[in-house]
């Protein structure tokens, strides 16, 4: 996910600065509803202790997280049952959606008044319909996330690819954040569906978890049962460096995932290959882990073999083109979640959000994600995908 949190730092100063980032980050969610308090509700014609009682639920939305991170210590995992994680993830879109309808209706409202040079008043059926909207648009965005997503082919050529490999399918899982909303039971069937995709190798580039192992222990057991001829590859997320990046690296790979972190694998088709390599999260120095490294990635790696990369954020790409790579699989950016707000995601990751790239001679491709952090579960026009690549000799 692009919304990440520093992970917690020891000593005196160092609980200090985290406090003061959790107060930062809750703060920020609370802007818009205050917003939405003061354009909103206070002008809609209602008794004043209807609009206490409607302020106080939105307040209470608005801290959906600071409520996660009551019930685990973390605001990336929130331990309450599935429906209510479901209910609170609507209520907090609703929320947001609304400050954005209402922004959109005061735009419009100043516009006309300038331009007649006017007062105009807004009836409440406005805002009553904008809110209305928010709710079903915010019903229809969590619908939309929680689903077991469809299979999505993409088919890639790549420069240097051995004979053997034209026709290769990989299969991609990414972003799965596994975790009270996308339970034992939704990974159980995002692994069948996988299973049956009939594809070469699994790759899973990222952002498993929300949860420490032992909360999450029953939940990813489902991934044991992956299979492919040439096996399961993964790299860890940002989200794996907030939950004992050590225990989790353990744990995945006892479930027979091989994890390639700064690292390589070798297919071999007779006397063709094709490397795997996979990096660390960019967020891995912050934890006190080594950060991404192309180079101990690839060396070692047999020269003129084609390379696919698995880095989870996809900012780096033109490294990974200039060093050869012919195509990088990245998640983290969900897609951008709903179309239009995806722009807000494009600096932050390089300018790369959804779907394939030209990078150089390099093809990136950046999965909408398979599952999604559940602190902002909502999809609107950015549906999740499991995504089966099938190589392609270049021309």
């Not at 920020?28 to 206490?52: E, H, M, N, Q």
């Not at 939309?144 to 993409?154: I, K, S, T």
């Not at 420069?159 to 009270?180: E, M, V």
């Not at 007779?270 to 390599?277: H, K, P, Q, S």
């Amino acid at each position: 996910m692009a919304i990440s949190t520093p992970p917690i730092q020891r000593g005196a100063s160092g609980s200090i600065a985290t406090a003061r980032r959790i107060t930062i980050f809750h703060l920020i969610f609370a802007t818009p509803c205050l917003y939405v308090i003061v354009r909103w509700l206070l002008p809609l014609s209602l008794p004043l202790c209807s609009k206490g009682g409607i302020a106080v639920l939105l307040l209470a939305a608005s801290q959906f997280h600071f409520w996660s991170r009551l019930s685990s210590g973390s605001v990336f995992a929130p331990e309450f049952p599935r429906p209510i994680v479901m209910l609170a993830n609507w209520a907090f879109g609703a929320m947001m959606l609304l400050a954005l309808l209402q922004i959109l209706i005061d735009l419009a409202t100043l516009s006309t008044m300038l331009i007649h040079r006017d007062t105009i008043g807004l009836p409440d059926g406005v805002r009553y319909a904008a809110a209305a909207l928010a709710a079903l648009l915010a019903a229809i965005g969590v619908a939309g996330a929680v689903r077991v997503p469809a299979v999505r082919d993409v088919e890639v050529a790549i420069p240097g690819l051995a004979p053997a490999f034209d026709g290769y399918r990989l299969l991609q899982l990414t972003d799965l954040h596994i975790s009270r909303l996308f339970p034992a039971r939704w990974a159980r069937a995002v692994v069948d569906r996988a299973d049956a995709s009939d594809a070469d190798l699994i790759v899973i580039t990222g952002d498993f978890i929300d949860g420490s192992v032992a909360m999450r222990r029953a939940d990813v057991a489902p991934l044991a049962d992956l299979r492919a001829p040439d096996g399961v590859v993964a790299i860890p997320g940002n989200h794996e460096y907030f939950f004992d990046y050590a225990a989790w690296m353990r744990h995945l790979g006892g479930l027979g995932i091989r994890m390639l972190p700064n690292a390589h694998a070798v297919i071999k088709r007779g006397t063709d290959e094709l490397v795997i390599a996979g990096v660390t999260d960019l967020s891995a120095r912050s934890a006190g882990e080594a950060g991404p490294d192309l180079a101990a990635a690839l060396d070692s790696a047999p020269p003129g073999a084609a390379i696919v990369l698995l880095d989870h954020q996809p900012r780096n790409a033109p490294a990974a083109a200039a060093r050869g790579v012919g195509l990088q699989l990245s998640g983290h950016t969900h897609g951008g979640l709903i179309v239009g707000l995806d722009r807000l995601f494009r600096a932050p990751n390089g300018g790369f959000v959804s779907g394939r790239y030209a990078v150089g001679a390099m093809t990136l491709y950046v999965s909408n994600g398979t599952g999604l952090w559940p602190g902002f579960a909502l999809r609107l026009g950015r549906p999740p995908e499991i995504t089966r690549i099938t190589l392609r000799r270049a021309a």
